[in-house]
């Protein structure tokens, strides 16, 4: 996805960016006198408004993948290289790869709050009776236990849920949208994907999933990145085999 961004913002930067070559350019007003005329608007003409507007994309593509602190200078060199057909200073894939890693950071960052407050949950958690622990991280405790078929990798499973955070609050449930849902078993988040492998149908178990095997460092929805996840989990059938 950011290879696709990354290829999208050069291809657009290249065509007309001629706002660049005025980064360092600072307009200061003056005062207007009988002798001296008014500085000219900064947007001359249609190119330079349609080449500021480029400037405005591209930084909301990339704030819209969390990166809010770019270097305007070295932004305005690669524009400008690139405009001039000069050779690149970096690989287009040392540039994705760059970016890549530059967001994880970031991600990281903002993320290590609710990394740290899941860490410490799971660890006090793995001690109450009933909670087992598997080398994955993943939690688990049998609330239920069925008898019926374990899924395998290539089954669609019908199941209810609640999702809920460490501290309780329910950031989505089956129950509340009136029905169960029907998925591939190996197109869940890694957490769910690994229960079900072991879930006898007619069980219903409790997850604690670490982020890990949930949605790693990004957000995903309206859940924060770096999120421990609680989940009781009702599997109900298999897709053809009930």
Same mark, same amino acid.
């Given at each position: 996805?950011?290879?696709?961004?990354?290829?999208?913002?050069?291809?657009?930067? $290249?065509?007309?960016?001629?706002?660049?070559?005025?980064? %360092?350019?600072?307009?200061?007003?003056?005062?207007?006198?009988?002798?001296?005329?008014?500085?000219?608007?900064?947007?001359?003409?249609?190119?330079?408004?349609?080449?500021?507007?480029?400037?405005?994309?591209?930084?909301?593509?990339?704030?819209?993948?969390?990166?809010?602190?770019?270097?305007?200078?070295?932004?305005?060199?690669?524009?400008?290289?690139?405009?001039?057909?000069?050779?690149?200073?970096? $690989?287009?894939?040392?540039?994705?790869?760059?970016?890549?890693?530059?967001?994880?950071?970031?991600?990281?960052?903002?993320?290590?709050? %609710?990394?740290?407050?899941?860490?410490?949950?799971?660890?006090?958690?793995?001690?109450?009776?009933?909670?087992?622990?598997?080398?994955?991280?993943?939690?688990?405790?049998?609330?239920?236990?069925?008898?019926?078929?374990?899924?395998?990798?290539?089954?669609?499973?019908?199941?209810?849920?609640?999702?809920?955070?460490?501290?309780?609050?329910?950031?989505?449930?089956?129950?509340?949208?009136?029905?169960?849902?029907?998925?591939?078993?190996?197109?869940?988040?890694?957490?769910?994907?690994?229960?079900?492998?072991?879930?006898?149908?007619?069980?219903?178990?409790?997850?604690?999933?670490?982020?890990?095997?949930?949605?790693?460092?990004?957000?995903?929805?309206?859940?924060?990145?770096?999120?421990?996840?609680?989940?009781?989990?009702?599997?109900?059938?298999?897709?053809?085999?009930?």
């Amino acid at each position: 996805m950011l290879k696709k961004i990354f290829s999208f913002c050069l291809s657009l930067v $290249s065509i007309v960016f001629c706002f660049s070559q005025n980064t %360092n350019t600072k307009v200061v007003a003056k005062p207007v006198t009988k002798n001296v005329a008014a500085p000219r608007p900064l947007l001359k003409d249609l190119r330079d408004s349609a080449s500021y507007a480029m400037g405005i994309f591209v930084i909301n593509v990339f704030r819209q993948q969390g990166i809010n602190n770019v270097n305007s200078a070295v932004v305005a060199r690669a524009i400008n290289d690139m405009q001039a057909k000069k050779p690149q200073l970096i $690989s287009d894939d040392a540039a994705n790869n760059a970016i890549m890693t530059y967001q994880g950071r970031i991600q990281s960052q903002k993320s290590k709050p %609710n990394i740290d407050a899941g860490m410490k949950f799971l660890s006090d958690n793995r001690s109450k009776p009933g909670v087992k622990t598997l080398p994955s991280g993943l939690q688990y405790e049998i609330i239920k236990e069925g008898t019926g078929t374990i899924p395998v990798a290539g089954d669609t499973i019908v199941c209810h849920y609640t999702g809920s955070y460490i501290n309780g609050s329910v950031f989505e449930s089956s129950y509340n949208n009136g029905q169960p849902i029907t998925h591939p078993v190996t197109q869940f988040i890694k957490g769910w994907t690994e229960a079900l492998l072991m879930m006898p149908v007619g069980s219903k178990w409790k997850l604690y999933i670490p982020y890990q095997l949930g949605y790693g460092t990004s957000d995903y929805n309206n859940i924060p990145g770096g999120s421990a996840l609680i989940f009781e989990m009702d599997l109900l059938g298999i897709k053809g085999k009930e």
